[in-house]
């Protein structure tokens, strides 16, 4: 960003700037981006965050598959009008159905520690979370503090250095490969949902049963593999999360970013996990999808189920978390609850306030 400012430019572009920026951070790249508009400087904003839209910008281009559908001004219209526009329908509100319960602790986390695995890695130092069952935990932080690093820790793609720095209902998994935590009725959504999340060259069927093979009997028994299973598992997921798609069993890559998101969150939600581990649940979807999928989470968390959430968006936490930690530089910070957590106290977490408190106690110990 700073680059670009620099060469003082007659048009400039940003797709999602603030995706990377503390709160304070994007309210200071939004006074010197009134200043160059004021100046003269045309600007080209894309973003999903109607809030920054309808504060920024002076005119809006609603896209809808490809298509231009409405040209409005954002100042007088409000985000769930600029969302019923990007949808085509009035987008249902997230609710909390019903108070968060205080059930047993289900995940675990006791000062858990690793060190970087690559040059553009992030160590992780002295983590420690309990998530309870029927609580969404929702952990924010500006990308690239640990947050791929803490996902791969928790789902077994990463093993701890000792068994007890995972604990999955009561019982030491550090140790546990991401097959055998599936069997201890954990679920997981990566970040990368091409690649990561699923075999881009596989079929969406090929790609459920590849993470329910360890534990469905109905998918996969006795090692034989029930396709009929599987794509009555595929469609049910399908119809439930509006995934649409040009074939009955298309190519995960054949899919659009939202579609494919969808069909990945769907496919973990689909089997009502103990524990669910979701890394940017929303990222490219629409605002209906969106909405659907952070209820489904609620939903999910009020039977009983312990839900952590790794996001960038501020907004997306807010809306369904019931406690929030801030990862900074690979620590964490103490999870508070979401009620009287403001935007500005998040916004020094994200920007490291925590972290000489954090390392002190690690000095002591």
């Given at each position: ?7 003082e ?12 920026l503390t ?29 920054e ?5 002076t ?5 809808r ?19 019923r526009?990007?949808v085509?329908?009035?987008i249902?509100?997230v609710?909390?159905?019903g ?7 289900r995940l675990?986390?006791?000062d858990?520690?690793?060190?970087a695995?690559?040059?553009?890695a ?6 420690s ?10 952990i ?7 947050q791929?690093e803490?996902?791969?820790?928790i ?11 995972v ?5 030491p ?11 201890r ?6 970040e990368?949902?091409?690649g990561h999340?699923?075999?881009?060259g ?7 049963i590849?993470t329910?093979?360890?534990y469905d009997?109905?998918i996969?028994?006795r090692?034989?593999v029930?396709?009929?299973?599987a794509?009555?598992?595929r469609?049910?997921i399908?119809?439930a999360?509006d995934?649409?798609?040009?074939k009955?069993d298309?190519?995960a ?9 969808k ?14 581990i979701v890394?940017q649940?929303?990222?490219g979807?629409d ?10 989470l609620?939903?999910l968390a009020?039977?009983g ?17 019931d406690r929030?930690?801030?990862i900074?530089?690979g620590?964490?910070?103490?999870a508070?609850?979401a ?6 106290e998040?916004?020094?977490?994200m920007?490291g306030s925590?972290?000489?408190k ?8």
């Amino acid at each position: 960003i700073v680059r670009c400012l620099l060469q003082e430019p007659k048009l400039l572009i940003m797709d999602e700037p603030t995706s990377v920026l503390t709160p304070q951070e994007a309210d200071q790249l939004f006074v010197v981006l009134k200043r160059l508009a004021a100046e003269g400087c045309s600007i080209l904003y894309i973003s999903h965050r109607l809030e920054e839209v309808k504060g920024l910008c002076t005119a809006a281009t609603i896209l809808r598959h490809g298509k231009v559908v409405a040209e409005v001004d954002p100042r007088k219209e409000t985000a769930a009008s600029l969302a019923r526009l990007m949808v085509g329908a009035d987008i249902h509100a997230v609710k909390p159905s019903g108070a968060a319960a205080t059930g047993p602790v289900r995940l675990s986390l006791r000062d858990l520690s690793l060190p970087a695995d690559g040059p553009f890695a992030t160590a992780l130092s002295h983590i420690s979370l309990d998530v309870r069952g029927g609580e969404v935990v929702a952990i924010a932080g500006v990308a690239g503090n640990g947050q791929g690093e803490l996902f791969d820790a928790i789902s077994g793609e990463r093993l701890a250095k000792r068994a007890e720095m995972v604990v999955v209902d009561g019982t030491p998994a550090g140790w546990d490969g991401i097959n055998a935590r599936r069997r201890r009725h954990m679920s997981f959504v990566a970040e990368e949902r091409l690649g990561h999340g699923a075999v881009p060259g596989m079929p969406l069927s090929a790609n459920m049963i590849l993470t329910r093979h360890p534990y469905d009997r109905a998918i996969a028994s006795r090692g034989f593999v029930n396709t009929k299973g599987a794509a009555a598992a595929r469609e049910r997921i399908v119809k439930a999360f509006d995934v649409r798609k040009g074939k009955a069993d298309p190519e995960a890559r054949a899919l659009s970013g939202g579609n494919l998101q969808k069909f990945v969150m769907g496919r973990e939600l689909d089997r009502e996990p103990g524990i669910l581990i979701v890394n940017q649940p929303t990222w490219g979807v629409d605002a209906g999808a969106s909405a659907s999928i952070r209820q489904a989470l609620i939903d999910l968390a009020r039977k009983g189920a312990a839900v952590l959430v790794i996001s960038q968006d501020l907004d997306e936490i807010f809306e369904i978390a019931d406690r929030i930690a801030v990862i900074s530089r690979g620590q964490l910070s103490e999870a508070r609850a979401a009620t009287g957590f403001t935007r500005e106290e998040i916004g020094l977490l994200m920007a490291g306030s925590h972290e000489k408190k954090e390392a002190h106690h690690a000095a002591q110990a």
